[in-house]
């Protein structure tokens, strides 16, 4: 993120894709040896997981450094550095599938350095507490956010979730809802390919992604071969840019 889209950022409230912290947890500021070390990091990874577990598509933020008023916000600056690693790792020992999302530090000035939590919202969810922590997630939940508030999923709530990833099936590349798919990718600059089922992996190692229904997170697949589908529609890498 550039400071730029910060900026655009700090103009709106809190949403089921934005929540702002003024600054981390004091237990993780305090260190390994605080008494509410684990309490602390199950805060972190509650609000971190409601916003991926979210159903709507696109992006969502977790922001650390940022002291909302509900009118305006006004940058504070986080108190300590962290690094990716370390949330990932805390990630993938308490989510069952862990999310994808990257921490960034980002210097607002010489002196204040937000924290930027950028969470993927993949068609692969909702993500399920597997590890109980702190006294904050037990095995078994599913956290999810509606408006500005973290809530625990009920049965409408899944119901909801495990819908809105089922798979948009489309017979032929020549339906027009799927020349309507491709258009609206265009439209964003983005470019997509079909590929066969059994080569999505390989493809996605090449930091191919997922395309999703526009509006959903429903992957979009392509020709029925008998009961199954053979073909899936990926946007490919974008090409980076020099100076």
């Known amino acids: 993120m550039t400071k730029d889209e910060l900026k655009n950022l700090l103009k709106k409230g809190e949403s089921p894709r934005l929540d702002w912290k003024r600054d981390f947890p004091q237990g993780i500021l305090r260190g390994k040896r605080s008494g509410d070390w684990n309490k602390a990091r199950g805060k972190l990874l509650k609000s971190l997981i409601s916003l991926a577990n979210t159903p709507e598509p696109g992006p969502a933020f977790l922001i650390y450094g940022v002291e909302d008023s509900g009118r305006k916000r006004k940058v504070i600056g986080i108190s300590k550095p962290f690094d990716d690693a370390e949330f990932q790792q805390w990630a993938l020992n308490t989510f069952d599938p862990p999310p994808k999302f990257l921490y960034t530090p980002l210097d607002w000035n010489k002196t204040k350095t937000v924290g930027i939590f950028q969470i993927e919202r993949t068609p692969e969810f909702p993500h399920v507490v597997k590890d109980n922590v702190g006294g904050i997630l037990f095995a078994g939940q599913v956290w999810?956010?509606?408006?500005?508030?973290?809530?625990?999923?009920?049965?409408?709530?899944?119901?909801?979730?495990?819908?809105?990833?089922?798979?948009?099936?489309?017979?032929?590349?020549?339906?027009?809802?799927?020349?309507?798919?491709?258009?609206?990718?265009?439209?964003?600059?983005?470019?997509?390919?079909?590929?066969?089922?059994?080569?999505?992996?390989?493809?996605?190692?090449?930091?191919?992604?997922?395309?999703?229904?526009?509006?959903?997170?429903?992957?979009?697949?392509?020709?029925?071969?008998?009961?199954?589908?053979?073909?899936?529609?990926?946007s490919e890498p974008e090409k980076a840019t020099s100076d």
């Open 144 to 234: 999810f956010r509606r408006g500005s508030q973290n809530n625990i999923a009920l049965y409408s709530d899944l119901r909801e979730m495990i819908e809105g990833i089922i798979p948009f099936k489309i017979s032929s590349p020549n339906d027009p809802s799927f020349k309507k798919i491709k258009e609206q990718y265009k439209s964003e600059g983005k470019k997509t390919t079909l590929v066969g089922m059994s080569d999505k992996d390989s493809y996605l190692d090449r930091d191919y992604k997922i395309a999703t229904k526009p509006g959903t997170r429903k992957e979009v697949w392509v020709g029925p071969l008998g009961d199954r589908y053979e073909l899936i529609l990926l």
